[in-house]
T-cell receptor, first 108, second 113 residues
Framework: GQSLEQPSEVTAVEGAIVQINCTYQ??????LSWYQQHDGGAPTFLSY????GLEETGRFSSFLSRSDSYGYLLLQELQMKDSASYFC?????????FGQGTELSVKP | DAGVTQSPTHLIKTRGQQVTLRCSPI?????VSWYQQVLGQGPQFIFQ???????GRGNFPDRFSARQFPNYSSELNVNALLLGDSALYLC????????????FGPGTRLLVL
């Protein structure tokens, strides 16, 4: 089957760096996306890795290694507003397969 | 430019009823996908439409159906509602639907009593 695994929760302090890992068991992914979702809100797009390597967008970076079926989201200079759920999602030609989400708690 | 819009924002129905949810994609986007998100889980793919044709269907019963209109807006219909259909229903749009970013709307929160 197709599945993506990520930690259920992560806690970090304001100003720190945190990495959220995502491993997957599937083939044929066009790419790996990351979304942020605050309680009750819509998933907000953060990044999309179509190729192996690192993509950087401001405080957020994302990495993909297809040979290792692995990716991660790196959040730097954490802020309280970064407390949210983060989802990795594999793109199967337009069909997104989501992980169960990682709840990030940022403490002062 | 406006993002993806969905209506209604909230809906309360009783078991056995039918519901229609609506979605308007970002201007210029031709693909719309529907997802169901139950509390505490990641979104689950229901349907994808591109140029008014169904391109993909997830593992949902036939009670779920959808269509896309010439202006690329879309409707999701759910018949014979069950308590387990209570969820956040999300619509996502993209230009062509494959290998590119999908942008989500705010969702419709459906409660079935």
């Amino acid at each position: 089957g197709q599945s993506l695994e990520q930690p259920s929760e992560v806690t970090a302090v304001e100003g720190a760096i945190v990495q959220i890992n995502c491993t997957y068991q599937t083939s044929g992914f066009y790419g790996l996306s990351w979304y942020q979702q605050h309680d009750g809100g819509a998933p907000t797009f953060l990044s999309y890795n179509a190729l192996d390597g690192l993509e950087e967008t401001g405080r957020f970076s994302s990495f993909l290694s297809r040979s290792d079926s692995y990716g991660y989201l790196l959040l730097q200079e954490l802020q309280m507003k970064d407390s949210a759920s983060y989802f990795c999602a594999g793109d199967l030609s337009g069909k997104l397969i989501f992980g169960q989400g990682t709840e990030l708690s940022v403490k002062p | 430019d406006a993002g993806v819009t969905q209506s209604p924002t909230h809906l309360i129905k009783t078991r056995g009823q039918q519901v229609t949810l609506r979605c308007s994609p970002i201007s210029g986007h031709k693909s719309v996908s529907w997802y169901q998100q139950v509390l505490g889980q990641g979104p689950q793919f229901i349907f994808q439409y591109y140029e008014k044709e169904e391109r993909g269907r997830g593992n949902f019963p036939d009670r779920f159906s959808a269509r896309q209109f010439p202006n690329y807006s879309s409707e999701l219909n759910v018949n014979a509602l069950l308590l387990g259909d209570s969820a956040l229903y999300l619509c996502a749009s993209s230009f062509s639907g494959g290998g590119e970013t999908q942008y989500f709307g705010p969702g419709t929160r459906l409660l079935v009593l």
